[in-house]
């Protein structure tokens, strides 16, 4: 049986501390294992070894690896426990894409309704740790920009003030999955995805709420017609895409 890597001091996740949140110490760490291409998707995911590794009781590992579970990073089998899931077809990623669409263009047009300068504050804090993150090609290089441009979504999805379409949208991992399929090539398309984002930002602080409905659909389209087109899956785009795919 494979068993779950143990942590390198070149490309370990960051150790939980006792002083911080369990949890969610454990969650982040967790999540960088599986994004780092360390284990490979249908490996085993043993409890038992996390706790040691990471020197915690079982529970918080138990909780890190529910709420993980919720994201589709990975998959739980009776009697087998956890496993590493596998990176999504074609298929599932038109999926995914076409969930964005019906959820993330309503929170731009709702959050851009109740815009406030808090929120302003908040958005452009989170894209200039975009602009300033690294890209290079492991996850612990481009961690921060995945992280600030999650971020920027939850806060549009936060203050369209919908919790139970701020809950599916957290639960989809949208950005994990798709930096999973790029294997090791990083962040590919920064520039064009900062830009995306500098024009919802205007839209969300301009109005009206339709251009913010607008701004947001283009980006997520265009993230779809990048990722396909950049990762293994071109070629394989079923005959259900949300989107024509041009050919680059």
Known sequence: MTSWPRNTPEDAPPRPQKRQVLADGVHDALVALLMSGRVAPGD?????????????????????LA????????????????RVAPVMSAD???QLTEARLLIEPYNAAAACRRRSGQMGAELN???ARMKQAPTG???????????????????????AGNHFLTEALT???????????????????APLAIKE??????????????????AMKRHIQNVFQRAICDSPLAGQVPERSPITVRKP
């Open 67 to 82: 709420r993980i579970e919720t994201t589709g990073l990975i998959v739980r089998e009776p009697l087998r426990g956890y």
């Open 92 to 94: 599932e990623f038109c």
């Open 171 to 189: 639960r989809l991992g949208a950005h994990q999955h798709r930096f999973r399929l790029f294997g090791d090539a990083g962040v590919t398309d």
């Open 137 to 159: 090609p492991t996850y612990q290089e481009f961690r921060l920009y995945l992280e600030a441009d999650a971020e920027f979504h939850a806060i549009i999805s936060r203050y």
């Open 197 to 214: 984002h500098e024009a919802i930002l205007a839209a969300i602080e301009s109005g009206p709420p339709d251009e913010a409905r607008r």
């Open 125 to 127: 804090q989170a894209l």
């Open 44 to 64: 085993p995911v043993g409890i038992d070894s996390l706790s040691r590794d990471f020197d915690v009781s079982p529970t918080p590992i138990r909780e890190a």
